[in-house]
């Protein structure tokens, strides 16, 4: 279910190129073929962009489908949307005048901060224990749904949320509302820029290396502001520890355990009213990496057979979604929910 697009739920910008072919340069005249796979953590939509150096007629293929034929040799610049598959072929024929030139690259789009994730030390692979879980009943999720307003703070949330469920389920101590203030002002030196991005991993290493506030000794204000130290930082966990990059099954079987911190193409946010999410995260729209904290999992009971589902809780406010919360399909690694999924220990 969608409605009209909400306020902008970021400022910031967390896509960056990346490169899934080339930059290879042709002479003409030539007929090569290219062989390539789509790189691990590279999101469509997909790019051909070519610079023409001279060539006059020719015919570029991929996966067996021309892209460009002779007219688009008029041109000095190249550039086509295209579906790629995990393994793709490209063929390039170049005709015309000696020693003339085309330089192909193809690209997608990459999460900003992937690098904060390169050195966490994975989960062990596993598989759930447990058909369903909600972390909300057993009160490892603190109740007030997060509105970021203006504030790119959906990462500085979910690393807060994370290490409260944490606290709950893993230390066995009281449920505490803590500050993602302190994050957006403080971890500057972990890789966050805070209302203009960071990752949950970055806010979680801060975390684990100077503790937390909570949120009523350093509010919320939606902007950025120096570091405060007029608080006592409650010590948490020790590490950060990374879901295998698309294995739903261990992140199923850590939520299972505690909520678990995830960021995925959130581009569909924008027209979310509530049921079960099933949207097309690979389709012509550029990609959104959001952060959100998933609280649970399950099944639907209505359809034969049952759709298995993430619950998640995002950062938009309570009248966003259903009461602040989406469910999306579970098992395909939708909206790449599983690249990014990071937890305290």
Same mark, same amino acid.
């Given at each position: 279910?969608?409605?009209?697009?909400?306020?902008?739920?970021?400022?910031?910008?967390?896509?960056?190129?990346?490169?899934?072919?080339?930059?290879?340069?042709?002479?003409?005249?030539?007929?090569?073929?290219?062989?390539?796979?789509?790189?691990?953590?590279?999101?469509? @939509?997909?790019?051909?962009?070519?610079?023409?150096?001279?060539?006059?007629?020719?015919?570029?293929?991929?996966?067996?489908?021309?892209?460009?034929?002779?007219?688009?040799?008029?041109?000095?610049?190249?550039?086509?949307? &295209?579906?790629?598959?995990?393994?793709?072929?490209?063929?390039?024929?170049?005709?015309?005048?000696?020693? *003339?030139?085309?330089?192909?690259?193809?690209?997608?789009?990459?999460? !900003?901060?992937?690098?904060?994730?390169?050195?966490?030390?994975?989960?062990? !692979?596993?598989?759930?224990?447990?058909?369903? %879980?909600?972390?909300?009943? !057993?009160? *490892?999720?603190?109740?007030?749904?997060?509105?970021?307003?203006?504030?790119?703070?959906?990462?500085?949330?979910?690393?807060?949320?994370?290490?409260?469920?944490? !606290? &709950?389920?893993?230390?066995?101590?009281?449920?505490?509302?803590?500050?993602?203030?302190?994050?957006?002002?403080?971890?500057?030196?972990?890789?966050?820029?805070?209302?203009?991005?960071?990752? @949950?991993?970055?806010?979680?290493?801060?975390?684990?290396?100077?503790?937390?506030?909570?949120?009523?000794?350093? @509010?919320?204000?939606?902007?950025?502001?120096?570091?405060?130290? #007029?608080?006592?930082?409650?010590?948490?966990?020790?590490?950060? %520890?990374?879901?295998?990059?698309?294995?739903?099954?261990?992140?199923?079987?850590?939520?299972?355990?505690?909520?678990?911190?995830?960021?995925?193409?959130?581009?569909?946010?924008?027209?979310?009213?509530?049921?079960?999410?099933?949207?097309?995260?690979?389709?012509?729209?550029?990609? &959104?990496?959001? *952060?959100?904290? %998933?609280?649970?999992?399950?099944?639907?009971?209505?359809?034969?057979?049952?759709?298995? #589902?993430?619950?998640?809780?995002?950062?938009?406010?309570?009248?966003?979604?259903?009461?602040?919360? #989406?469910?999306?399909?579970?098992?395909?690694?939708?909206?790449?929910?599983?690249?990014?999924?990071?937890?305290?220990?």
């Amino acid at each position: 279910m969608f409605a009209s697009p909400l306020p902008a739920q970021e400022t910031h910008d967390t896509r960056i190129p990346a490169v899934v072919f080339g930059p290879t340069v042709y002479s003409s005249p030539a007929t090569m073929t290219n062989s390539f796979a789509i790189p691990p953590l590279a999101y469509g @939509p997909f790019t051909v962009h070519a610079d023409n150096f001279g060539v006059t007629d020719g015919n570029i293929e991929l996966n067996g489908i021309r892209i460009f034929g002779p007219e688009a040799f008029a041109s000095q610049t190249l550039h086509k949307v &295209v579906t790629l598959e995990a393994t793709n072929t490209l063929r390039v024929e170049l005709q015309g005048v000696a020693g *003339a030139s085309l330089s192909i690259v193809i690209e997608g789009y990459g999460y !900003r901060f992937a690098a904060d994730y390169q050195d966490l030390p994975l989960a062990q !692979r596993a598989n759930p224990n447990v058909g369903k %879980i909600d972390w909300r009943s !057993r009160g *490892a999720v603190t109740p007030p749904i997060e509105n970021e307003g203006q504030c790119g703070s959906d990462w500085a949330f979910t690393a807060t949320g994370a290490a409260a469920g944490w !606290r &709950v389920a893993q230390a066995g101590k009281s449920l505490l509302l803590l500050s993602a203030q302190q994050l957006i002002d403080c971890s500057r030196a972990f890789g966050t820029f805070g209302c203009n991005g960071g990752s @949950p991993a970055a806010a979680m290493q801060y975390i684990a290396q100077n503790g937390l506030c909570i949120s009523t000794d350093y @509010p919320y204000t939606a902007r950025d502001g120096a570091c405060k130290k #007029f608080c006592s930082p409650i010590d948490l966990f020790s590490q950060v %520890i990374r879901i295998p990059v698309g294995d739903e099954q261990t992140l199923a079987a850590n939520v299972a355990q505690q909520p678990v911190s995830v960021v995925l193409n959130g581009n569909w946010f924008s027209g979310y009213v509530g049921g079960l999410a099933n949207p097309d995260c690979e389709g012509p729209a550029k990609p &959104v990496f959001a *952060a959100a904290l %998933i609280i649970g999992f399950g099944q639907t009971d209505s359809a034969d057979p049952a759709t298995a #589902f993430w619950l998640v809780k995002n950062s938009l406010g309570p009248s966003w979604g259903e009461h602040g919360l #989406f469910r999306l399909v579970r098992g395909k690694n939708k909206c790449a929910i599983a690249d990014f999924a990071t937890f305290p220990r």
